[in-house]
């Protein structure tokens, strides 16, 4: 066995600074001299990375060696993270993103791609939620949700894939939701921009599987996060109630989901979406 030591999110909070992480001893089996799921010298480009699932995931595939790229839209957030990283001994760069803009989208791979020679794995995750009845829901807000959710996967699923075929090797990884498989009242837009992303992946998968590049979706339940937590505790204690484990999940269930995929050990897995809901949806 092998001791690495990797950082974690404190998952009863949201404070994102240096202190909301600990330090904790892991042990990564080896196998044939390699360490199990290591990542080393490969390169992660992850939107949405300043805050919840996003920043739990640059720090996992951190952690497993991989170079990450964060993008956002906020800088400071976006540096606390970059130095979090290098903390842990990974290593990491920012690039500012504003994810519903094509052309950050684009100048924001290029510069990743000049600046680390390629782009291995793709972990799209920004999101936002703007909730309303079908009956009151605003055209801007159907718009702004599919525009972030489901239109910037598309581009930068094509930005990166020039450099994938290259390779002839890359993990493209979408953060759906479980409301994207049942639906959700109140979210038709959101609902819809997941499940369209589903779709994208299967699609996706057909069409780069020949070039040993893999697409699958993590469907996350209810994960305590940035968004969840203006909810009532009443309200968290009842879902709670519903999920056969018992408890809603943490960024850090995503993370593991999405570091597992982006590895070798995944290698013949892709059109896949898995499920990190505790139970709450099956089949």
């Not at 919840?52 to 606390?80: D, F």
């Not at 807000?141 to 239109?151: C, S």
């Not at 699609?203 to 209810?222: D, H, K, M, Q, Y």
Request: hydrophobic content about 45%; glycine content about 10%; overall charge positive.
């Amino acid at each position: 066995m092998l001791l690495v030591k990797i950082a974690t999110r404190n998952r009863y909070t949201n404070d994102t600074s240096l202190g909301a992480y600990n330090f904790a001893f892991q042990s990564a089996r080896k196998h044939n001299g390699e360490i199990y799921m290591s990542l080393s010298g490969h390169v992660a480009f992850v939107t949405g990375a300043s805050q919840g699932i996003g920043r739990a995931c640059a720090v996992k595939l951190a952690a497993r060696g991989a170079t990450v790229a964060v993008a956002a839209r906020n800088q400071e957030k976006l540096n606390e993270l970059v130095r979090e990283i290098e903390t842990i001994g990974g290593k990491g760069a920012t690039f500012p993103l504003d994810v519903t803009d094509e052309e950050q989208i684009k100048s924001a791979i290029k510069s990743a791609i000049a600046q680390f020679e390629k782009i291995d794995i793709l972990v799209n995750n920004a999101g936002v939620t703007r909730d309303q009845l079908i009956m009151r829901m605003k055209r801007a807000d159907w718009d702004a949700v599919l525009q972030t959710n489901l239109t910037s996967a598309y581009l930068c699923t094509q930005a990166v894939s020039s450099s994938m075929l290259k390779q002839r090797w890359g993990r493209i990884i979408n953060i759906a939701s479980v409301f994207g498989q049942m639906g959700q009242a109140g979210q038709a837009n959101y609902s819809a921009s997941k499940a369209g992303l589903i779709g994208f992946t299967m699609a996706v998968a057909r069409e780069l599987g020949s070039r040993n590049i893999t697409c699958n979706a993590i469907a996350p339940g209810f994960i305590e996060t940035a968004m969840t937590e203006v909810l009532g505790e009443e309200f968290k204690q009842n879902a709670a109630k519903q999920i056969p484990l018992g408890r809603v999940g943490t960024v850090e269930d995503v993370a593991n989901a999405v570091a597992f995929l982006a590895s070798d050990e995944a290698s013949y897995i892709t059109g896949h979406v898995l499920n990190v809901n505790g139970g709450m949806l099956m089949g």
